[in-house]
């Protein structure tokens, strides 16, 4: 007969058998018989509790363990305003394929039905936010549902999972058995015959291209995809969230990310491709409409989920099946056999030089300000293969995300299919508890910084080294530039001043201030140097940001 336990016990020792090292979350009334257990479990691998400042930045840090791991972080809170709180970090989840178990207390069961003290049908709420949402009734079947709820978080496409636990659930008496750790599902590849085919197309393409998507960025595809470009020397166009897939050593192979107004050398490449093999590509983060206007190309769509089929997105072949397994098949029939032509291999040349000048930082300044560009070269300088940066929503994500180079899948993080601001800090954390022996930076606008800021307390909280960016400016400026390229003038896009030095230093950690780009280099040092968190304020000059929307394809959609 096994022992008797509460619910609450039973869903941690689920969480300690699907290897669950962190909650995060806020407490309440609904929840906190699982917050005493965890707080005062006996097992050591019972999952540490951190207290965050806001349940839907809890829910940034549980995805952000998610990206980062593949393993789904957890976040619990109670209910009502707990669990609504919840809606937009699940909902970013699921959209950008990070792996997430909410567990939301409810009210009693008793009680459901009745307009009482925070009682909301939690689980209709997520149904839209999450792949999954369930209300565990019994606290018999409290493992199975964490264990499901696991599945569903981690099998393509991953998202978030949602858990709507009732306050009884948790206190009842159940001796069930919990669910043992979870076994990986043993994925195929395309079958011997498709991957010839695809061999042949692209050995019969003009200019085929591979288009690294979300999917592309897990360390195994990855891995497989460095072997396949080291056979063929076939460029690379990376997606936002497939940055760092071309390594530092195949960085010849690498042509831009593409995520925003269709105007860069990634672009470009697709626009004149005969073939691309699009990896882990999910719409959500660049629509086929933005590269394949034109229908004038073939594509190979491998992926673990079915493509989403559209106008601009027929795929020719379409492989549904383990990628990294059919990218290794695909190498071996290129072993010493095929190679782009003279005539490409100049195109390209020609191609990398005619973009290559955008990255320079403009001679004349603004005084008291510093250029996006001369930042990015600083901060590029001063970072390593192992260091994680996360990147806010704002101006500065565009400029981060066309110009800074990172050599590892997973490294630099960015929201591109909610655009969610206030992200940055709470990943921050996420890689610091994750990685926490590695540089972490964090950089934000000072527009989305304030979305996520009281984090700040939960970094110094924990000792955690983390160097918060924040591009100054005064603006919702990302808003600001596009409503004066559409209308001429802005609107609703200005707010007031924050000292962030002294915000930084009210929480317990550094602030520092940039006065102009005289001083970037001392202070960026200073704050590579600085133990535990600190924010930079740079105020930036943003006068050039109109070119990021300007120069445009002819045939783009306006």
Known sequence: MSEKKRGSQSLIQSMINQGVKYVFGIPGAKVDQ??????????PKTPKLIVTRHEQ????IAAGIGRLTGKPG???TTSGPGVSNLVTGLMTATAEGDPVIALGGQVPRDDLARMTHQSIPSKE???NAAKSSVEVQDANNVSEAFSNAYTAAVSPKAGAAFLSLPADVLSDETDRPEIAPLKHADEG??????IQKIAGMVKNAKLPVIFAGMRASTPEVTKALHALLREVSLPVVETYQGAGVVSRELEDRFYGRVGLF???IGDTLLKRSDLVLAIGYDPVEYEARNWNLEHNKQIVNIDTVAPE????YQPDVIIESNIENTIDALTDTFTGEFDLSTQVTQTLDDLRTEFSSQRKVPKDTTPGRVHPLAIIHALQERVDDDTTVTVDIGSHYIWMARYFRIYRPRHLLFSNGMQTLGVSLPWAIAAALTRPEKPVVSVSGDGGFLFSGQELETAVRLHLNIIQIIWTDGYYDMVKFQEIAKYGKDAGVKFGPVDYVKYAESFGAKGLQVTGLGDLDKVLDKAFKTTGPVVVDIPV???DNIKLKSALMKDVLN
């Open 189 to 194: 590849r395309a079958s011997d015959e498709t």
């Open 541 to 543: 000059d943003y006068r």
């Open 74 to 76: 957890v976040v619990a």
């Open 125 to 127: 709420l997520m149904v």
């Open 309 to 312: 089929i559209s106008t601009n």
């Open 57 to 60: 930045n809890a829910a940034f």
């Open 34 to 43: 699982l917050f005493e257990d965890l707080k005062y479990g006996d097992d």
């Open 262 to 264: 269709r105007n860069q």
